[in-house]
């Protein structure tokens, strides 16, 4: 399990976890330093591969890969860890023709979970009515095959549905924070192509989740759990709600609502900060635990929920699970689950050099 880290002096460290007994901990393995950018990067991602590394430099409008490989002396050398982090050169891509353009600068991208051959990158544009543009790259040295423009705003958390059909953000700017709005992912066949190749993303939403309350985020199940055709709407006053999305929305079926649960509101644990949602679990006593949902809330306190489905009844349904206090990072600045097992969930305070692994395992309290 590598962790990557980029901090305000230029270094990109990678960093592993090594479980013993129910402790976790982390050591520092290799770095890299990135200072040449004269800018610390933004958003860091793992591919499906497991060892290649993305991340944004926002003041240059740059996309750069990292590539942990194995050392070429690793037989004679007694390092403990084998590989080290190198940049992948040739593969540096810069959008700053296309930024110029539209207006704006980078803000973020998503990597399609289905097909790794590109990356969805989107600028803020400086009018904000507009909403930002995705721009597609294919992750391969080369201009941006596509750029569209949607109606939501640069700040707005996004994510993007297992099955790379439908991206989202908490909110758009031309609706009501009550709604979630989904755009489609269109793909194509192109010709020398196996698998249906990016070709647009709708500018109009094609479905919406209408809430009865502010929404604060939505996550989706991973592309192997039980069932992948829902949505988790997290509201900031703590309700969360299952959406079954598998409608025919070209006839203008409207989403499903499957479940509704109030544990936060009733724990009056304040508003929801930060979502994030593991990879798929294991059955367990003829009860199959999807996933897991970890919620840091504004108390700071860290909850874990599961997303269980009986097998005797096709109802999904989330069950809180159990909490950490994590007040002592004061405002935690990510949260993320270890993509692997799901078993871990990793926490980064805004202020502090610290990134803690928490084991989230049932009954475990640990970190």
Known sequence: EWIATCGADGQLRVTSTTKKDVYLTLNNLEGINVGAYKAKLGHLQWLQDGRTLVGTVPASNHICLFRMRKKKDAASANDKFPYELVELVKRRFSIEKKVASCGGDLTSFLVDPTHTAYLLLLTGNDDISMGPNTIVWDGTKGEASSTTTIPISKNDRLRLSPDGRFLCARKSTSSSSKQVKLFEVVKKKAKGHVEPVFDHVSTKSVMTLVTNYTVADVCFPASSS??????????????????????EYKLREDPKLVSTNTELKDKKAGQIVMVDISPTMTDNNNVTCCCRLAIVTANWMLHIF??????????????????????????IGDLQFCPTTGNVVYTRGRRTKDVIAWNVEEGETKK
Do not use: P
């Open 226 to 247: 039980a069932d992948t055709n829902i949505a988790i709407v997290c509201g900031l006053d703590g309700i969360l709600t299952i959406w079954d999305i598998h409608v």
């Open 306 to 331: 599961h997303l269980l489905k009986k097998d005797d009844d096709a109802k999904l349904s989330l069950k809180w699970s159990h909490s950490f206090d994590v007040s002592y990072q004061e405002q």
